[in-house]
């Protein structure tokens, strides 16, 4: 058995692992060092300047809009989507007509719900944000001609256009393209807890708000929380970056309204020419990203219930 | 859009009903379950509708004209007007993105699950000094800020000459799939038994040989749920080919529907940038209807704690 097992080990890591560090270990390890350089990543030439890109950042204003739109988002996306898709999980699996022999019962036509609910997360982020963009579109978009249809034409609102409401435009956009994937999720979770639990509460005259927040929320918590770290981690990464690139003005527009750590690094990068600084904006994101993982392991231990 | 990320845990059962003994049905709670069955059904055919129909509405404005699109958003189109497809699938080169997506999903797909399965092999079922540590390596890998690797990554791709090249872009998709793929296929090459492999061995077998004969196939359930996720992840990446291929002859799917919007919006073709999200958008969502219940469990896999 252990005639060359070591060569076989060797032989199966060696493309994998080359492959991972060249393009995903070696940079992130560059990009930190980077972060202490004036590099402007057009010309090889660069040198230390020790912490003066972060003094810099700590004084950049744009850099503090970003983190705060970030930091907004980190808090806000995962509580609206999770609690909407905790709601709709619950009302497909105990908003049921009361049958003849069980307490609690999914509602009809649920696998309907799901499937359709399910659609936007197959579908890629730019198409969602392209769709929207032309909903939100103030002229002839849908939103503001349907408030015309209903006779509401004193409320035109510019929706991407307007500083006030264009964060709040891309976050509804995210909600709508997650919702659907936990509500599939807690809602396998939300079947799997043995009907008995509600018929003895309903029993002893609990009522169904109750019995949410007392049987179902503590045993669904396990999912709910790592549920809590994905939804951070798309706050903070790729989905914003996307939905803010594609939708907004500038992008990030406007005057920097909907501006996030993602896009941000991005842009001092690729668009200002300055790879170092960008990198250390990227560190600064980095550094949100652990805290807010820490944060929510912290928060979310509680004690395992078997069931 | 996921192909670095790791979905949260919990394996899906369809909720089977369960009968159970008859509970007391007291009046009063037998109205309560009224009133809530009629609220929540509300509740839930808004959300059906919020989600479906906006979707439906871009497959109705995919085939109306360009004024009444702008003018009369809501009605439906005169006569279906196919003509925005045509122009959108070879004028506006939605062909050429098809193409250059399926090469570069084709490409990285097969890539991430050979690769990813043979490091989740030797990871799962074999004790050697550094397991555990190329493990966490790759794994940590799920959590971290992309686009701070990819500052430097653009450089070292330019150095390397793969900046703008479709093989360069199937590789950095596979590396940046990596992480989740031997995360995923770790668990799964766990939980399976031994002895199928220990005969192989036992009957001469070289451990390369056991791998692709045995183990390969008796891991198909779990390749084709990585499979699934991504597929789904790398159709659907848009970062990644934003910053590291930007040459228009390699333009892939998501890029061009972005370049299709800005020069469309700039002609005022709308009638063209729908009929090209909706070309998108639809051999995806008959995929998923057709695959429901395979594709639903891809995404929602991942038993971890």
Same mark, same amino acid.
């Given at each position: 058995m252990q005639h060359g097992k070591y060569r076989f080990i060797v032989g199966f890591l060696v493309a994998p692992?080359?492959?991972?560090?060249?393009?995903?270990? #070696?940079?992130?390890?560059?990009?930190?060092?980077?972060?202490?350089?004036?590099?402007t990543g057009l010309s090889p030439d660069f040198k230390m300047v020790g912490l003066d890109n972060y003094t810099r950042m700590f004084k950049d204003d744009i850099f503090w809009k970003s983190l705060q739109h970030s930091v907004l988002l980190v808090l806000l996306l995962p509580l609206v989507t999770l609690g909407l898709a905790l709601f709709f999980a619950f009302m497909l699996n105990v908003g049921g007509r009361r049958r003849k022999n069980a307490a609690v019962s999914g509602v009809r036509g649920s696998g309907f719900y799901k499937i359709a609910y399910f659609f936007p997360q197959v579908l890629s982020i730019v198409i969602v944000a392209l769709l929207f963009q032309f909903a939100y579109n103030p002229?002839?978009? =849908?939103?503001?001609?349907?408030?015309?249809?209903?006779?509401?034409?004193?409320?035109?609102?510019? #929706?991407?256009?307007?500083?006030?409401?264009?964060?709040?435009?891309? =976050?509804?956009?995210?909600? #709508?393209?997650?919702?659907g994937f936990f509500v599939v999720l807690f809602s396998a979770g939300m079947a799997s807890i043995p009907k008995d639990f509600y018929e003895a509460a309903l029993l002893d005259g609990a009522s169904r708000v109750t019995t949410f927040f007392k049987i179902t929320l503590p045993l669904l918590w396990d999912t709910v929380q790592s549920g809590w770290v994905y939804m951070g981690i798309l706050a903070l990464g790729v989905e914003a970056f996307t939905a803010v690139q594609v939708m907004t003005v500038g992008p990030g527009g406007p005057d920097y309204a909907t501006s996030v750590l993602p896009l941000y690094v991005y842009q001092t990068a690729f668009r200002d020419g300055q790879a170092g600084y960008a990198t250390t904006i990227g560190v600064g994101l980095l550094i949100v990203t652990m805290v807010f993982a820490a944060i929510v392991m912290r928060l979310g231990r509680r004690e395992r219930l078997e069931f | 859009?996921?192909?670095?990320?790791?979905?949260?845990?919990?394996?899906?059962?369809?909720?089977?009903?369960?009968?159970?003994?008859?509970?007391?049905?007291?009046?009063?709670?037998?109205?309560?379950?009224?009133?809530?069955?009629?609220?929540?059904?509300?509740?839930?055919?808004?959300?059906?509708?919020?989600?479906?129909?906006?979707?439906?509405?871009?497959?109705?404005?995919?085939?109306?004209?360009?004024?009444?699109?702008?003018?009369?958003?809501?009605?439906?189109?005169?006569?279906?007007?196919?003509?925005?497809?045509?122009?959108?699938?070879?004028q506006a080169h939605m062909s050429e993105y098809f193409l250059n997506t399926i090469v570069v999903v084709g490409g990285s797909l097969i890539g991430t699950l050979l690769l990813g399965s043979m490091a989740a092999y030797v990871l799962a079922r074999f004790d050697f000094p550094g397991n555990r540590f190329v493990y966490y390596l790759f794994i940590g890998g799920m959590s971290f800020p992309i686009i701070l690797a990819l500052v430097p990554l653009f450089f070292v791709m330019n150095n390397m000459g793969l900046l703008n090249t479709t093989h360069g872009l199937i590789l950095v998709y596979i590396a940046y799939s990596l992480p989740f793929t031997v995360f995923f296929l770790t668990a799964f090459f766990r939980t399976l038994p031994g002895s199928v492999a220990e005969a192989a061995m036992l009957d001469g077998a070289s451990h390369t040989r056991t791998f692709f004969q045995v183990m390969l196939p008796m891991a198909k359930p779990g390749l084709i749920s990585v499979g699934i996720f991504n597929f789904l992840g790398q159709w659907n990446q848009y970062m990644l080919p934003t910053v590291l291929n930007s040459d228009p002859d390699h333009r892939v799917l998501s890029q061009g529907l972005v370049e299709l919007a800005n020069s469309q919006g700039y002609k005022g073709d709308w009638s063209g940038l729908f009929a090209g999200l909706v070309m998108a958008m639809l051999p995806v969502l008959a995929a998923y209807i057709v695959f429901q219940r395979q594709v639903v469990a891809g995404l929602t896999a991942g038993a971890v704690k």
């Open positions: 692992l080359a492959l991972y560090a060249v393009f995903v270990i #070696w940079p992130f390890i560059q990009s930190i060092y980077y972060s202490f350089t004036d590099w002229r002839s978009g =849908m939103l503001n001609s349907a408030l015309k249809g209903v006779g509401l034409d004193s409320i035109q609102p510019d #929706w991407l256009g307007d500083p006030n409401l264009a964060l709040i435009c891309v =976050m509804v956009v995210l909600v #709508w393209s997650t919702v | 859009m996921k192909a670095t990320e790791t979905p949260p845990v919990v394996t899906v059962t369809e909720p089977a009903p369960v009968s159970k003994a008859p509970a007391q049905d007291g009046k009063k709670k037998s109205g309560e379950g009224k009133v809530l069955n009629v609220f929540s059904h509300g509740v839930l055919i808004i959300w059906a509708i919020l989600v479906v129909m906006p979707l439906l509405w871009a497959v109705m404005t995919s085939f109306k004209t360009d004024d009444s699109i702008l003018s009369t958003p809501w009605a439906l189109p005169d006569k279906l007007h196919f003509e925005n497809w045509s122009r959108a699938w070879s």
